[in-house]
C-alpha cells in the first residue's frame, strides 16, 4: 500500500487523531492555520505551505520571482482564512548543489516584495541541500478574538458563499501544461501570480460562520467544511461564478470550479441576514443543509437532477479517478 | 556558478543583506531562532530546520521513528541555543508517492513523542507530494526577557565553553558510511539519536555572554560568533573534550572535534566570575580575543604554533577542500 490508495487527507485523518494538545492551542491539525492562545485581544496564528518543483511549479513555466512571491501567497492565503494578518515569515529552502545562487536570490526577490507588500517580516529559515528544489514558507500572524473563523462554526441553513471566480487555477495549470508558453504566459496569470484575498478574509471573518480557502478545489474544501461544522451542502452549478479562462480550455468549466486546485479564494458560510452587512463582492452558489451530505444540482439539461460528490475534490497523492453518483 | 562554488554560508549572507524588518523584531535571519516582541516578560522565537533523505538521514540506517525524533531534536536545539523553551510545531513533509502510509505515521510516532517529551504542541503542517523525503519542522518558543542569550554579546577576555564531547555526530555519520549497520547500530546513536541540550540551554543562558548549537562544526559555529560578536577566538586543541566514539573511527579525533557537523552541543563565552555560578557540566576549550581571527593552539608535537581557521567548518554546499594556514 502505498500514499496513492489512501490519499492525503487520509494520512492526516489518521496522524491527527493521534495527536493530544495542551490548553494553550484552540485550533490544532485540521484548519487553515493553527490557533494559539495569546493575549485578552488577540489569538497567534502558525501556518506552513510548500511548493515543489515539478509539482506545483516549473521552471520553464514561471520565472523565480514569480515562484517566490507564489510561496507567500499561498501562505498568506491559509491566514486570510482565519480573518487574521500575517506578521512574520520563515523560509525553508531544500536546493540542489547545482542551483544558480542568482536564481535564490531572483526566489527571495519574490518573496520579499511580497512580503513587503503584506507588511510580513523575513526573520529566518533554513537552507538544506537535496535533489528537488522545493520552497517552505512558514508564517506567523495575528487575529482579533472575536474575529477568527474556522472552520467548524457554520450551521443548518445558511448561505455559501465565495470570492471571486472559480475555475482559473486549474484552467491555467491546464493552459502551461499543454499550451504555447510565450502565447499563454500572460493568459495563465491567475495560476502563474495567485493573489490571497486578505482583506476579504478580514472583513469575512467579522460575519462568516466558517472560512476557507480554495487551494484544493471548491468541492474537497466543502468535504472540509463538512467535517468540521457538521453540516451537508447544495450547490447550484448554474450560480457557480466561473473565470473567462475556463472557457478557453478544452474541458467543462463547471468541473474546473467544483474540482480545481490551485485557487486562492475564500470560501464561506453566513446567516442571511449577516450578508447584507458585508462590503465585499461575493457570490452565492448554495446553502447548508442538516444533511450531511455534499450535492450538486442545476447542472444544464438535468435541473432536477442531485449529484452527490463523495470524493474530496483534489488530493495530491489518489490514483483512483474522482467518483461521483447521480441520484433524482 | 552554482552553489558549490559559494557555499551556504555565503548564500545566507546575500540573503540577509536585503531583509529590512519592522520593531517587532529583536533578532531576523542570523540566529539559531528569530527572536520577536511578545509582552513584558517574554519574547517569541521561532526557528526551523529540515531533514532531507539522503543527506541527512537514510532509511537503512534509522527506523522512520528515529527520523522523526532526530528532525524534533535538531530544532529544540535551535530554541536551546537561545535559552528558551518550545511551545509548539508545525511538521511539513514531501513524500514520494510510493511511499508506505506506515512508514509516515511512524515518523509521526518519532516526532509526537519527542513532542510530548518536550511538552511541545503539534499543532498542524503540511504534506505535499516530490520525488524526495524531507521533513521541515518549524518550532514556536518562548523565552524570557532577561534570559535571551545571542550570538552576538561575547566580548574580549572572556573564557569558551563546550557541553558534553565532541566528534560524536561525525564519528557516527561515518560509522554508518563505512560500516556494518548491524553491528554498528548501537555506536552510531550520538548521530542517529541526537538529544538536545534543552535544560543546558536555559542555565546557560543565563550566564553566558553569546550562545550558539554546534550543529555544522565547531569552527563553522565560531565563524558565526566572530561574525556577531565581533571578537575572535584561541581554541586550545588539547583541552578539547572528545566523545569515545571519534577513537573509533580511522580520521584524528581533534579534527572530528573541530570540523564534525551533526552535534547538538552547545558552545558559548562566559565571563570568568560567572562560571563559578553555572551549574551545568562544560568543558572549558579557550578564550575569546580581541583580534577577529579563529586560532587554534595546542596540536600534539607543535604546540607553539597556531592555526588560522580561516575557512568555515561545514558547509552543505562547498565542494572545494576546507583549507587552513598555519602560523607560528
Redesign the interface.
Known sequence: ??????G?FE??R??RR??K??R??L???G?D??V?RH?KKSH?L???????EN??FRRDWSSPEQIGRKAVEVNVSDIAAMGGLP??A?V?L??P??????F??RI??GI?RRCRHY?I????????????L?I?I?L?GRVERDRLCLRSGAGPDELVCVTGKLGKGQAGLMLCSSGDMDKDADKAGPFLRPRARLQEGRAIARFATSLIDISDGLVGELHRLMDASGVGFLIDAATLPLHPLTKLVDDDPRRLALFGGDELELLFTIRKKDLRRLKVRSTIIGRTTRERRISVQGWPGQEDARTVMDREGYD??L?RPRSSRTRS
Open positions: 500500500m502505498d500514499l496513492q490508495d489512501i492525503e494520512l492526516i489518521r496522524i493521534q495527536v494538545n495542551s494553550q492551542v485550533q490544532g491539525i484548519d492555520a493553527a494559539l493575549d497567534l502558525l501556518t506552513t505551505d510548500a511548493l515543489v509539482v506545483h506578521t512574520a520563515l525553508s531544500i536546493l548543489a547545482s542551483t544558480d545562487p542568482l535564490v536570490e527571495y526577490r520579499r507588511r517580516d523575513l526573520v529566518g529559515g533554513n537552507i538544506s541541500r537535496g535533489k528537488e522545493s517552505s512558514t506567523l495530491h497523492f490514483r
